[in-house]
C-alpha cells in the first residue's frame, strides 16, 4: 500500500479566501506546499478514498488518479463530505447514445452506520447519494459496527472514535502491513492495544491551545473549542500511545497560523525526542 494526502487542510483551507494573515499570503505566493485543500486520503494498491472535501475533483486530478476502487466516509461533517459530486464528475456519461450504449461505471460507496444515520439529518447528504445511486453512477453500502469490507486484498475495519459519530479505519493487507486513518476527531480517544505499534498511522494535527514552539497561548482556556476539539498536545499523547512506526499529521487548520518552515522546526524537534511525525502537505506520498 502507498498512502497519498490528497488533501492535508482543515475545516479552514490555506490560503481562505479574503485572509491576508502571513500563511495565506505565502500560500497565495508560493503554492506548492505552503497551501492546503480540503481533508482526504487515498491508499494506493487497493486504490481507496476516504472522505471527499469540497476540491475532491480537483485533488484527483492533481494526482493522476483515475481508478477508485471504493470510498469510505468518516462523518457527515462538510469539509469532509460536500465534494461528493465527484461521483457524478467521474462517473456520468452525458452523451452515450442510445442509452443501452452508455459508458457504465459506478463507484462503491462505504457508510459506516452511524454516517449513513446522520446524513440522513445533514446537508441533504443521504437524498444527494440515494439521487446518485439512482442514476447508476454509484453503489451506497451501509456497514454495521463490526463488520469488516475487503477490497482489493485489503480488510477494511471501521471503529467508532470517542466523539461516537465519527470513525477511523484500521487496514490490513494480505502481506501482514497494517495503516492506521483516522481523518479527523480525536477528542477523548485512546488508541486499544489492537493497534499500537501499527506501521503508518495517519492522523489530524488537533488545535493549538499554545504556540507549538513558543508556548505562547493561542486560544482562551474557556472556550468551547477545547472541549469538542483535541489539541496538539492531545493528539501527542495519542502518538506515544499508538507507538506507529510511522505517523503523518494532517488536517493542518490554517487559523492555527503556522507556517511551513515552523512546522519543518517543529517536525525536527519532534523527531530529535524520538517521535517519528511528518507534518503532512498536498501531495506527501508515504509507503506502508
Same mark, same amino acid.
Not at 103 to 112: I, K, N
Not at 162 to 175: T, W
Given at each position: ?67 477508485? $476502487?471504493?470510498? +469510505? ?36 460507496? +462505504?457508510?459506516? $452506520? ?16 440515494? +439521487? ?81 514552539? &513558543? ?21 501527542? $499523547? ?39 511525525? &511528518? ?10
Amino acid at each position: 500500500m502507498k498512502v497519498e494526502i490528497l488533501g492535508s487542510g482543515g475545516a479552514t483551507t490555506t490560503p481562505r479566501p479574503g485572509c491576508e494573515c502571513r500563511v495565506c499570503v505565502e500560500a497565495r505566493e508560493h503554492g506548492g506546499r505552503h497551501a492546503r485543500t480540503g481533508p482526504s486520503t487515498f491508499v494506493h494498491g487497493p486504490n481507496l478514498l476516504f472522505d471527499t472535501p469540497e476540491e475532491a475533483r480537483l485533488q484527483l486530478e492533481r494526482a493522476g488518479i483515475s481508478e477508485i $476502487a471504493a470510498c +469510505f466516509y468518516s462523518h457527515w461533517h462538510p469539509d469532509h463530505t460536500m465534494g461528493r459530486r465527484v461521483w457524478e464528475t467521474m462517473n456520468a456519461d452525458w452523451r452515450g447514445w442510445p442509452p443501452e450504449a452508455k459508458r457504465q461505471t459506478a463507484t462503491d460507496v +462505504f457508510l459506516p $452506520a452511524q454516517v449513513a444515520e446522520d446524513l440522513r439529518v445533514y446537508l441533504g447528504g443521504w437524498e444527494h447519494l440515494a +439521487f446518485m445511486e439512482s442514476r447508476g453512477w454509484i453503489r451506497v453500502h451501509v456497514v454495521p459496527d463490526g463488520e469488516r469490507v475487503e477490497v482489493g486484498g485489503v480488510e477494511v475495519r471501521p471503529f467508532r472514535l470517542a466523539e461516537d459519530y465519527v470513525y477511523a479505519f484500521e487496514l490490513r493487507d494480505v502481506d501482514g502491513s497494517r495503516l492506521l486513518v483516522a481523518p479527523d476527531e480525536l477528542n477523548g480517544w485512546r488508541p486499544p492495544v489492537e493497534l499500537r505499534g501499527c506501521d503508518l498511522a495517519v492522523l489530524p494535527m488537533g488545535v493549538c491551545e499554545h504556540h507549538p514552539l &513558543t508556548g505562547e497561548r493561542r486560544i482562551h482556556p474557556e472556550h468551547v473549542v477545547l472541549r469538542v476539539e483535541a489539541t496538539f498536545a492531545e493528539t501527542l $499523547a495519542i502518538v506515544d500511545e499508538l507507538a506507529a512506526e510511522r505517523v503523518v499529521l494532517s488536517h493542518i487548520e490554517e487559523l492555527d497560523g503556522l507556517t511551513v518552515d515552523e512546522l519543518g522546526e517543529l517536525e525536527r524537534r519532534l523527531r530529535a525526542q524520538g517521535r517519528p511525525v &511528518t507534518f503532512a502537505w498536498d501531495g506527501l506520498t508515504v509507503d506502508v
